[in-house]
């Protein structure tokens, strides 16, 4: 399946002041986290990818452009030849689409309409989102509806207490947003064409199409209590590149020991040609 990527946004809450990045090209190790979730979706078959851009664009053109594959693969250096023992994107498509500065994310969607409108479904993310959630069920678990759209939906992250307050002032309770039987929106989302039927010009992709659908019984819901980690923040960037530099790295779920095999085989070979 295609994935929509939204990655045009100001992304003010993550500005220090100093950088003109745009959220998705803040780093997490020695990659951005747009590279984090399209690695995550190409570690489940899906490496046709559309950039909705706009602010910073540049960016996330140039990274792209004059991509180093030596920067998180392994690779031999034969004089001034690199002989590379993995790849991360020589499979991979990517359409790059300018959708303005200043749009929604219904209006970004909508201007990417001719590049998927002809497919069965496909997938879209904030880019800006890390989770170790399996893709597959919640595909399928989408596959077996006549939703309209899907969305992974998460415990709430906020570490804010609910209280319950009696008419006199006391309470009777108090408890964590967790606790709470809640559930937001984790940003990993799923469509049919159909989607584009309820899409207007300049509309908000959740409040205007998604939230209209739902109650029309026409989205679904697949609900993943396993890692989710927003960037949203630079305190939340900041937890994740601690997390990465710590080896803690659930949302990698394609550095599994199978994945590495290839290259183990490759070093034993070249240690047997040097003997």
């Not at 409040?207 to 209209?212: E, F, I, K, M, N």
Request: aromatic content about 10%; proline content about 6%; some cysteine.
């Amino acid at each position: 399946m295609k994935v929509v990527l939204f990655c045009g946004g100001y992304g003010m809450r993550m500005r220090d002041g100093t950088s003109d990045l745009p959220k998705p090209m803040h780093p997490v190790g020695p990659r951005p986290l747009i590279w984090h979730v399209m690695r995550y979706y190409a570690h489940f078959g899906h490496t046709d990818f559309v950039l909705c851009l706009g602010y910073g664009a540049h960016h996330i053109k140039d990274f792209f452009l004059n991509y180093d594959e030596t920067a998180s693969n392994d690779f031999v250096l034969h004089g001034d030849e690199v002989e590379l023992l993995g790849s991360d994107i020589k499979d991979w498509t990517i359409t790059f689409v300018h959708t303005g500065l200043d749009s929604a994310i219904g209006e970004r969607l909508r201007r990417v309409e001719p590049f998927v409108r002809e497919e069965e479904m496909f997938l879209a993310n904030y880019a800006d989102v890390l989770t170790d959630a399996p893709l597959d069920d919640m595909v399928a678990g989408f596959r077996s509806t006549d939703a309209v759209g899907g969305l992974m939906a998460v415990p709430p992250q906020s570490a804010f207490h609910c209280v319950d307050v009696r008419d006199d002032g006391t309470l009777s309770s108090i408890s964590s947003l967790q606790q709470m039987p809640l559930w937001e929106n984790g940003g990993y989302l799923i469509f049919r064409p159909e989607v584009f039927d309820h899409l207007t010009e300049g509309c908000d992709l959740i409040g205007d199409v998604c939230a209209p659908l739902a109650r029309t019984g026409r989205m679904f819901g697949y609900r993943h209590k396993g890692f989710w980690h927003p960037a949203d923040t630079v305190k939340e960037r900041t937890a994740l590149e601690a997390a990465y530099q710590s080896g803690n790295r659930p949302w990698m779920v394609w550095d599994t020991p199978q994945d590495r095999e290839p290259l183990h085989a490759a070093i034993a070979e070249l240690a047997t040609i040097e003997r």
